[in-house]
């Protein structure tokens, strides 16, 4: 079995800085203390031409990836994936992450299905679903669906993770935390034509807390969305320093070194 810890950190020299002397770090450590291979994109003649050219968006480009290496024979049945947003500082370094199902992410602080770090086991299952999420057919048929709050394109916002919020029919939007939403809020949106019924989805999805994926602290963001909401710091695994909060401050990151 072949593990594999992908991230993709592509950012301008001086954010790129601040990522290759904190963050990079901290990911190699994760992966030698875990057992994973490392793969690491800071380059973008790291990533073939034609998943540049496929989308517009580069948050697309971690499941274009994964179709290629399926494509390759690169990964195989019961090899495992870990990514994480180049975003994301590890706190808790003991856990391994690795699923033991065929996908698993976590509802963040925003109470979003964020895909911000998510695993792969390879099998069946999740091979039809890294070709879902890509596929242009899907795309092309619903990318013109506006989020309620911005009326911008949802799938233009947010990619990757529009397209699972299409295919597991989840609504776009919750001030309820979707903790408390039957089946997650799985089914709740049939605009979006979703694919998997809640049985499959329970039976395949891992959701984790949202301890994994903390994107709102008071005092480093408006909090604005601050709905699932941890007591103190002692709760947090991964820090996700979405919306430019990394590099608003790079003193950030030390704060949650343990």
């Known amino acids: 079995m072949k593990k594999i810890l992908l991230v993709v950190a592509l950012y301008p020299d001086h954010i790129q800085a601040i ?15 875990h057992g994973y291979e490392y793969i690491e994109i800071t380059k973008k003649e790291q990533i073939k031409q034609s998943i540049h050219d496929r989308r ?10 994964y ?21 994301m ?40 679903l890294i070709r879902n999420i890509v596929s242009d057919e899907r795309y092309e048929k619903l ?5 309620p709050n911005s009326g911008s394109s949802f799938w233009e916002m947010f990619s990757e993770q529009a397209s ?14 979707y903790f408390n939403i039957d089946n997650f809020g799985w089914n ?7 694919l998997y019924t809640t ?25 604005d969305y601050n709905i699932n909401k941890l007591d103190n710091t002692d709760q947090v695994i991964l820090r996700h320093f979405v919306s430019g909060q990394l590099w608003n401050n790079e003193a950030l990151i030390n704060n949650w070194k343990k």
């Open 199 to 223: 049985k499959e989805l329970h039976k395949n999805i891992e959701i984790r807390g949202t301890a994994y994926n903390v994107t709102e602290w008071p005092g480093e963001s408006n909090c």
């Open 89 to 128: 500082f590890m706190v808790d370094m003991e856990e391994d992450l690795c699923t033991d199902k065929s996908f698993s992410y976590s509802i963040d602080s925003g109470n979003t299905h964020c895909m911000g770090w998510h695993s792969l086991t390879i099998n069946n299952w999740s091979k039809k």
């Open 143 to 147: 990318k013109h669906i506006n989020h």
């Open 19 to 33: 990522y290759n002397k904190h963050i990079s770090p901290r990911n190699r450590e994760y992966a030698n203390k």
């Open 56 to 65: 517009s968006n580069p948050s697309w480009t971690n499941f274009l990836i």
């Open 188 to 194: 709740t949106d049939t605009q979006q034509l979703p």
């Open 164 to 177: 699972w919020y299409s295919l597991a029919g989840i609504t776009m939007h919750s001030d309820v935390p």
């Open 67 to 87: 179709e290629d290496w399926l494509d390759s024979n690169f990964i195989e049945e019961g090899d495992k994936i870990l990514s994480l947003d180049a975003d």
